[in-house]
């Protein structure tokens, strides 16, 4: 039987939402079986992709974030809608590591922590919609 | 985000608690920012960080850098096993001298106000 539960909430684009919105992947990520560790890892790349569209899509501007968390059959899937300008992977630019500066490690984090990430197309060509999965599961109690 | 502020030893040691997002991560940069431009060697205490984010670790390489470029002293201490995670994963837990305790960096002469 297909597995049902499923998380969704839209704030305000907001940089104070963000703990809510980090409250809600980890509840959801320790619901779906993940252990702590993973959940951990997940939050901070949900976090960090959140705050890509906050600071770099909508720079200010008012807007939405729309985030929505569904099982996969191993794993977790991870879609966070905004309606700022249309972005590309090709555009996320993190840094070289080995530069010591502050600033451009998000995206090296949600890249290090999902399997895989891709902007969807969406219904009415505006905003973006981006998907992020991880796969294998680690039970919660695993070792 | 809280914070508390005391110093050991001559350091000035920056105690932060609770998330350190893109929400608080301002207030922490201003914290030690402030002690480095003071002039005094730093501390900052992690022991009761549950998150941090890109931003907070931002805030901590800019503190490092700028003690570095003023010749002071920097490092964090008690650092959580969250933090501790994000630092492995920006590659920054090789980088920022860390410390167990306070009292490991300032020794056993140091005193608290």
């Not at chain 1, 597995?3 to 907001?14: G, T």
């Not at chain 2, 002690?35 to 670790?57: E, K, M, N």
């Not at chain 2, 201490?77 to 837990?93: E, F, K, W, Y």
Request: aromatic share 6%; charged share 20%.
């Amino acid at each position: 039987m297909a597995d049902e539960r499923s998380w969704s909430v839209c704030v305000p684009a907001e940089a104070s939402r963000l703990q809510a919105l980090r409250a809600l992947v980890r509840e959801a990520a320790t619901d779906l079986g993940f252990a702590v560790p993973a959940v951990e890892d997940l939050v901070l790349a949900v976090n960090e992709a959140c705050m890509n569209v906050i600071q770099h899509g909508y720079r200010g501007a008012a807007g939405t974030l729309e985030l929505q968390i569904l099982p996969l059959a191993a794993g977790i899937e991870i879609r966070l809608r905004d309606h700022a300008s249309p972005v590309s992977l090709q555009a996320w630019r993190g840094r070289d590591l080995r530069e010591l500066r502050p600033g451009g490690l998000g995206v090296h984090f949600i890249r290090s922590i999902m399997d895989e990430i891709a902007y969807l197309p969406v219904p009415d060509a505006t905003g973006n919609l981006l998907c992020m999965k991880k796969h294998c599961i680690a039970k919660a109690g695993d070792a | 985000m809280s914070h508390t502020f005391t110093a050991a030893g001559g350091y000035a040691v920056i105690g932060l608690q609770g998330d350190i997002d893109l929400h608080s991560s301002p207030e922490a940069r201003r914290l030690i920012l402030e002690c480095l431009q003071d002039g005094r060697p730093t501390l900052v205490d992690l022991s009761g960080v549950a998150y941090i984010d890109s931003s907070g670790v931002a805030s901590l390489v800019e503190g490092f850098q700028l003690a570095r470029a003023r010749g002071l002293d920097f490092g964090l201490v008690g650092v959580s096993s969250t933090a501790l995670n994000v630092l492995r994963l920006a590659r920054l837990d090789k980088v920022f001298p860390i410390y167990g305790s306070v009292q490991e960096r300032v020794g056993q002469g140091a005193t608290s106000p």
